[in-house]
Nanobody
């Protein structure tokens, strides 16, 4: 079984910072891209940031310059450092990983359970 477990969400005032983490565990052969999505109430889930195994990153325009995605391949963990947080960043943040599990015939997408980030004004 493969699991993605997020941690680090919480409540922060506008202008503050949070770092959320996501660790993948289980029978994993390799992990390709990892990313963070978010879903605010009444809105569709959107990709916030993604990182390839080699470290190439991409960000949604609204978080560029404020958020930084990184990963530790040895720990199968991805991080999202969020600075200068705004109330509009309030959402449930979900971790995603495209990975090859033992016994699987192809790469599949796995999701974490989500972690709540709330930014107060």
């Amino acid at each position: 079984q493969v699991q993605l477990v997020e941690s680090g969400g919480g409540l922060v005032q506008a202008g503050g910072s949070l770092r959320i983490s996501c660790a993948a565990s289980g029978k994993i052969l390799s992990i390709n891209a990892m990313g963070w999505y978010r879903q605010a109430p009444g809105k569709q889930r959107e990709l916030v940031a993604a990182i390839t195994r080699g470290g190439t990153t991409t960000y949604i325009d609204s978080v560029k310059g404020r958020f930084t995605i990184s990963r530790d391949n040895a720990k199968n963990t991805v991080y999202l450092q969020m600075n200068s947080l705004e109330p509009e960043d309030t959402a449930v943040y979900y971790c995603n990983a495209d990975l090859w599990a033992f016994g699987a015939s192809t790469v599949m997408a796995y999701w974490g359970q989500g972690t709540q980030v709330t930014v107060s004004s």
